[in-house]
């Protein structure tokens, strides 16, 4: 009588034996290769469905991580300081002025919605921005055609100059040169507005950008009791060693001496909350969808790896007819179907990376972020393990 436990004990170890070995695995590797000399026949959905569902995982968080690290370490510039403090309604007294300029420089934004009509009649909302000379305090404006911005804002012949957004002309269909009237006020069209530094901490508009100076916003009658100005106080520190803990100290010290400013605080390590939670929900949800095209195309795998074992069924008769054994034929074509879909997922990996560059390519002037190439590396073994 057969002993079982041990005939099967016996049958367990020779089938280990025969896959460790290492002259029947180089066997393997070879008849797998040459099976493979022949092409991706009947690969190209198989290829498509992974290399398309890789993309676009690893392409989105790769955009979404370089844009996080790029507001990270563009954050002083984003917010147009080290720390930003700003009021609704009215502005800083004097001594709460005082407070601030005593930690470094000082720059004064007003933003506030108002109406620009033309001599032709028509209007339209803008986003009326008033700064000082000292606006930027980090960054610079950039103004087409390249004037000082305080030659551009200042007061000739009565009136006050502006820098507007092209999209003010184009909707107007005005030059440089013509005129708008805000308010009570009528300015002058000397520059188009081409980058402004601070523009991301401030959200989303709901019109285009009006630049114009603060003594021009005093003039301009807008600014009455009950106007939604928003007043915003940015602040530069000197040059310092540890310029992380200086800005908490700035944002502690003004807080304890001023509490009654109700000021809302921004430093330079949230220069921009509304976006960086708008990435996280973006980033969110095209993850799902690249997940979700992962699973759908795990269908079009399936069927692709099904026809390409019906393809090679003769073959497979051949090789058990000479003496292959069933777990040699299983591993040739399991080493020609990983391998084909290593390339897939290269493929992918390759388009995921390129993305964030073409995003930025496409975007520079609305996300002025940069991307490094290094932000794809945490994402390619998550992709490697998700592949179906």
Same mark, same amino acid.
Not at 20 to 36: C, F, Q, T
Not at 80 to 87: L, P, Q, R
Not at 154 to 165: L, M, Q
Not at 327 to 334: A, D
């Given at each position: 009588?057969?002993?079982?436990?041990?005939?099967?004990?016996?049958?367990?170890?020779?089938?280990?034996?025969?896959?460790?070995?290492?002259?029947?695995?180089?066997?393997?590797?070879?008849?797998?290769?040459?099976?493979?000399?022949? !092409?991706?026949?009947?690969?190209?959905?198989?290829?498509?469905?992974?290399?398309?569902?890789?993309?676009?995982?690893?392409?989105? !968080?790769? $955009?979404?991580?370089?844009?996080?690290?790029?507001?990270?370490?563009?954050?002083?510039?984003?917010?147009?300081?080290?720390?930003?403090?700003?009021?609704?309604?009215?502005?800083?007294?004097?001594?709460?002025?005082? $407070?601030?300029?005593?930690?470094?420089?000082?720059?004064?934004?007003?933003?506030?919605?108002?109406? #620009?009509?033309?001599?032709?009649?028509?209007?339209?909302?803008?986003?009326?921005?008033?700064?000082?000379?000292?606006?930027? =305090?980090?960054?610079?404006?950039?103004?087409? &055609?390249?004037?000082?911005?305080?030659? #551009?804002?200042?007061?000739?012949?009565? @009136?006050?100059?502006?820098?507007?957004? &092209?999209?003010?002309?184009?909707?107007?269909?005005?030059?440089?040169?013509?005129?708008?009237?805000?308010?009570?006020?009528?300015?002058?069209?000397?520059?188009?507005?081409?980058?402004?530094?601070?523009?991301?901490?401030?959200?989303?508009?709901?019109?285009?950008?009006?630049?114009?100076?603060?003594?021009?916003?005093? +003039?301009?009658? =807008?600014?009455?009791?009950?106007?939604?100005?928003?007043?915003?106080? +940015?602040? #530069?520190?000197?040059?310092?060693?540890?310029?992380?803990?200086?800005?908490?100290?700035?944002?502690?010290?003004?807080?304890?001496?001023?509490?009654?400013?109700?000021?809302?605080?921004?430093?330079?390590?949230?220069?921009?909350?509304?976006?960086?939670?708008?990435?996280?929900?973006?980033?969110?949800?095209?993850?799902?969808?690249?997940?979700?095209? =992962?699973?759908?195309? !795990?269908?079009?795998?399936?069927?692709?790896?099904?026809?390409?074992?019906?393809?090679?069924?003769?073959?497979?008769?051949?090789?058990?007819?000479?003496?292959?054994?069933?777990?040699?034929?299983?591993?040739?074509?399991?080493?020609?179907?990983?391998?084909?879909?290593?390339?897939?997922?290269?493929?992918?990996? #390759?388009?995921?990376?390129?993305?964030?560059?073409?995003?930025?390519?496409?975007?520079?002037?609305? =996300?002025?972020?940069?991307?490094?190439? @290094?932000?794809?590396?945490?994402?390619?073994?998550?992709?490697?393990?998700?592949?179906?």
């Amino acid at each position: 009588m057969t002993n079982l436990p041990h005939a099967e004990a016996a049958g367990s170890a020779r089938r280990a034996a025969s896959v460790s070995n290492p002259g029947k695995l180089a066997v393997i590797l070879r008849l797998a290769a040459r099976e493979l000399r022949g !092409g991706a026949k009947g690969f190209v959905v198989f290829l498509m469905c992974l290399a398309l569902g890789v993309a676009a995982i690893a392409g989105v !968080g790769s $955009l979404a991580r370089g844009l996080t690290e790029g507001m990270a370490r563009e954050g002083r510039t984003i917010l147009g300081g080290d720390a930003s403090f700003s009021v609704h309604h009215q502005e800083a007294t004097p001594p709460q002025r005082a $407070l601030l300029e005593s930690k470094g420089r000082v720059s004064e934004v007003a933003t506030l919605r108002a109406m #620009a009509r033309a001599a032709s009649g028509d209007a339209t909302l803008v986003e009326l921005k008033a700064v000082d000379r000292a606006w930027p =305090l980090v960054g610079a404006a950039t103004i087409e &055609p390249a004037i000082p911005l305080s030659d #551009a804002l200042s007061e000739r012949d009565g @009136r006050f100059g502006a820098a507007v957004d &092209p999209a003010v002309l184009t909707r107007f269909g005005l030059k440089i040169g013509d005129r708008l009237t805000v308010g009570t006020s009528e300015f002058d069209i000397r520059a188009t507005l081409t980058r402004e530094p601070d523009k991301l901490s401030e959200g989303i508009g709901f019109g285009p950008r009006m630049i114009v100076s603060d003594e021009a916003l005093k +003039r301009s009658g =807008l600014v009455q009791p009950g106007s939604l100005v928003r007043y915003s106080y +940015r602040v #530069a520190l000197p040059p310092s060693a540890d310029a992380d803990a200086a800005t908490r100290a700035l944002v502690t010290d003004v807080e304890k001496q001023a509490p009654e400013a109700g000021f809302s605080t921004r430093s330079r390590f949230n220069a921009a909350p509304q976006l960086e939670r708008n990435i996280g929900r973006f980033t969110e949800f095209l993850t799902i969808v690249g997940l979700a095209a =992962l699973v759908v195309g !795990g269908v079009g795998v399936a069927n692709a790896v099904a026809a390409f074992v019906e393809r090679k069924r003769a073959t497979i008769a051949i090789m058990k007819s000479v003496g292959a054994s069933g777990r040699t034929v299983f591993l040739i074509h399991l080493v020609e179907v990983s391998a084909i879909a290593l390339v897939g997922i290269a493929m992918g990996l #390759a388009v995921g990376a390129a993305i964030p560059f073409a995003a930025v390519a496409a975007l520079e002037t609305v =996300l002025p972020l940069p991307i490094e190439p @290094r932000s794809i590396r945490a994402n390619c073994c998550l992709r490697l393990l998700t592949a179906p």
